[in-house]
């Protein structure tokens, strides 16, 4: 055990009586639990863990990790944790019990505590006609996905979810609570839209809702043989579309467990997904050319806008996944053949899923009052994973996924996303260079010390010259 865990363990009584959370360290019964992620693959094994149930513990948890040196890593599901450094001598901080959500139907906004999921806001905001800017799974966090940027069903209408973002509130690493918005600390209220969980802990967010009762929605599912032709054809439709449809083209081998569906158990399927706001007669219209190519099962219809989080098929329950992303300036043929060529029908692959989303639209303009992802710079996004129960499987899974990036490297933007960038990078991978150099200046000034850390660490301006860091934990 190290003298980190020695020092918590003597130290921590005085922690529990002071939160309405519990707090675990090493040995403790439901440790174990406590520490684990949505993520069956990462094993971490902080010093302490603290779950939290208000901002009260949040402040509680990070001024005790300050008096005894603990960095702090903040955490909702454990969605996003696969690139985390390992927590051996931190504290982490789990929001998870924090799911309180109110909707404001008159302004059309939400309130969301810290550890809210997504379900709980798109099911009580539809009750009122409105939606959120959602992503694909129901259960990742609001806070997590936002604060990296958010890529929902409908971002090319309305943009990434970070700049819906109104008002946040958080503990800095002084462990002082703030509330920032347009008007008052402006410096953190850009960094937490779009700028990742680095520099402070949030305790909420409020955001804008839009009016979406409903939307014309599903997937066409094309036997694998017919993949090249398929995404050919998705891809040549993204170019006509209005801002109006979000899509993808995937390539998904569905995994023989019990908890698939009977009709897609495993079977492997070129697929096209697409929401397109506005109604059921117009959407039939707008998805004619793709039913043309006669998919073996198709499940578009005019559905309520929360039932969009069953769209992409994301398991709901933990895995062990593993995966990574890449942002694509182009996604032309001969890039379609290249993906086809590693993961079509003619290869014996473990990705189970190989997806390009369609961005562009409102992602690529800049939106009034952004915060550090101002606009995605790159036309399609990659993005693919599979399972990885042991250290050899995630071997071969990473082989051929760095297989794919590598194939479709001449389409390679200049950055990568951040929410989809699962390998150890720090940030100035996975965001434009100008964001990057602000949010340095902006963790130099709230988190001198490197005290929070993030997925994407952003390094702070020593004295003299820019650290840098690289970190190579697959390389
Ligand atoms: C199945 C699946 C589907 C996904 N779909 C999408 C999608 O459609 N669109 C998209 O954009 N992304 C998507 N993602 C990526 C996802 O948005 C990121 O993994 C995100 O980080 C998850 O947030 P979380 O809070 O659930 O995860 P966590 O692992 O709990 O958090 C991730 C990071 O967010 C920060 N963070 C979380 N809470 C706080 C807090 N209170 N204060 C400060 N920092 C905090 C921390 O840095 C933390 O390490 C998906 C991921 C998965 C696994």
């Known amino acids: ?13 005085a922690l529990r009586t002071g939160v309405a959370g519990e707090v675990f360290v090493p040995g403790d019964p439901g440790y174990d639990q406590a520490r684990q992620t949505w993520m069956l693959s990462v094993d971490e094994r902080p010093a302490i863990v603290v779950e939290a149930e208000s901002a009260a513990d949040v402040m509680a948890a990070v001024r005790f990790a300050r008096s005894y040196g603990l ?83 409908l971002a090319r209408r309305y943009g990434q979810a970070a700049n ?11 462990g002082q609570l703030v509330r920032s918005d347009p008007d008052h600390e402006p410096d953190l209220f850009w960094a937490v839209r779009g700028g990742g969980g680095g520099v402070s802990v949030v305790t909420a967010l409020e955001m804008r809702l839009y009016p979406v009762p409903e939307v014309y929605a599903g997937v066409l599912f094309f036997p694998l ?48 997904e697409a929401a397109y706001l506005g109604d059921g007669a117009a959407g039939a219209e707008l998805i004619a050319p793709l039913r043309l ?28 996944g593993l995966g990574d992303g890449a942002l694509l300036t182009d996604f032309p043929a001969a890039a379609i053949d290249a993906l086809v060529a590693l993961a079509g029908p003619d290869v014996d692959t ?27 710079d ?11 129960p042991t250290s050899e499987a995630a071997a071969s899974i990473h082989g051929h996924a760095q297989a794919v990036k590598d194939a479709l490297a001449p389409w390679h933007a200049s950055y990568d996303h951040y929410n989809f960038a699962e390998n150890p990078v720090t940030a100035d991978a996975v965001l434009l260079p100008d964001s990057y150099r602000r949010i340095q200046q902006i963790k130099t000034r709230y988190d001198p010390d490197d005290v929070i850390i993030s997925p994407h660490p952003v390094l702070p301006v020593l004295a003299g010259y820019t650290a840098t860091k690289v970190v190579t934990r697959w390389s």
């Open 164 to 174: 819906s973002v109104t008002a946040a509130e958080m503990v800095t690493p002084d």
């Open 71 to 153: 960095r702090i890593a903040p955490q909702g599901t454990g969605h996003g944790a696969r690139p985390l450094e390992p927590l051996d001598s931190a504290l982490l901080l789990r929001t998870s019990r924090m799911r309180g959500v109110r909707i404001d139907p008159e302004a059309q906004t939400a309130r969301t505590d810290a550890g809210t999921l997504w379900q709980d806001v798109t099911a009580p905001a539809n009750e009122h006609r409105l939606a959120a800017l959602a992503g694909t799974s129901p259960v990742v966090g609001v806070t997590g996905y936002t604060l990296g940027g958010g890529l929902g069903w």
């Open 1 to 13: 055990m190290s003298r980190a865990h020695n020092v918590v363990r003597e130290s921590t009584e």
């Open 225 to 272: 043989q017919r993949a090249a032709d398929v995404l050919h054809s998705w891809r040549e439709w993204t170019t006509s579309v209005s801002d109006e449809v979000t899509s993808v083209g995937r390539i998904m081998r569905f995994p023989p467990l019990p908890e698939v569906p009977d009709q897609v158990r495993g079977k492997a399927f070129a697929l096209v």
């Open 378 to 388: 790159a036309s399609y996004l990659l993005f693919h994973t599979g399972f990885a």
């Open 350 to 376: 473990p990705l189970i899923s190989v997806e390009v989303r369609h961005l562009g639209g409102a992602l690529s303009r800049l939106a009034p009052g952004a915060g550090a992802q101002p606009t995605i």
């Open 293 to 320: 190519l006669g998919p073996e099962m198709d499940t578009f219809a005019a559905i309520p806008a929360p039932a969009l989080g069953q769209l992409h098929m994301d398991p709901t329950e933990p895995v062990p």
